[in-house]
């Protein structure tokens, strides 16, 4: 499993001073862009080839968020190449070896010009080297939404800070934004923190356009958020639970 080690930064923490879901999605981000970049296929190897890996999924499960100062170990393995898919694992842990939080995700490779899937060319299918996958609760890929009782909030206008180097939306700030569009109190449980995050993404979203986010509430402990654009089709959807 390729590693780096960290230390928890105060930027990274919420009120609580533990550190925030979306940081943690930011550190296993982090973690396979290094891991694609030290072995010599990362961002500017694809830009040259008109190649991305696009988001397609993520599940995160997080069994304890450390606090401000703690040193952690942030580690990710490929385990799957089928296709245009890539499947990856991540994991968080301390030094000492204590499981902190693990992922599942699914990406896609897209030629960005023709913008259609695209097989890995030999130097990536030589570079990744498989692992076995990550002992952890697999959940599905897809998110079902209620047929009705959602609550819009308010419209959000994609901006230049939200975007990454492929100029569409960074899929860890559609995490952001969903949490942002969270009521007051729900998902706040005093002593409780959300334990398992998926998101599924659907379609990119660029500078200039705007999404129109619906909550559905599944009691206190669980939400869905669909990010969607104009015509109510969703660009991502994300679900939030205190239990998983």
Sequence with gaps: MYQFNSRIRYSEVDSSGSLSMESLLDYFQDCSTFHSEDLGVGVEYL???????????????ADRYPRLGERVVIGTAPYELKGFFGYRNFLMETEEGERLACANTLW??????????????????????MEEKLPMDYAPRKIALPAEGGIRRETIEIRRHHLDTNYHVNNGQYIRIAMECLPA?????????IRQMRAEYKKQAHLGDRIYPVVYSEGEEAAAIALNNQEGQPYCVVELKQQC
């Design 108 to 129: 896609t490779l897209m030629d960005m010009e023709n913008m259609r899937p695209a097989k890995p060319t030999a130097k990536m299918l030589e570079a990744y080297v």
């Design 185 to 193: 109190g729900l998902l706040q449980k005093e002593n409780a923190h």
């Design 47 to 61: 830009t040259k080839r008109h190649l991305a890996w696009v988001m397609s999924s993520w599940q995160i499960v």
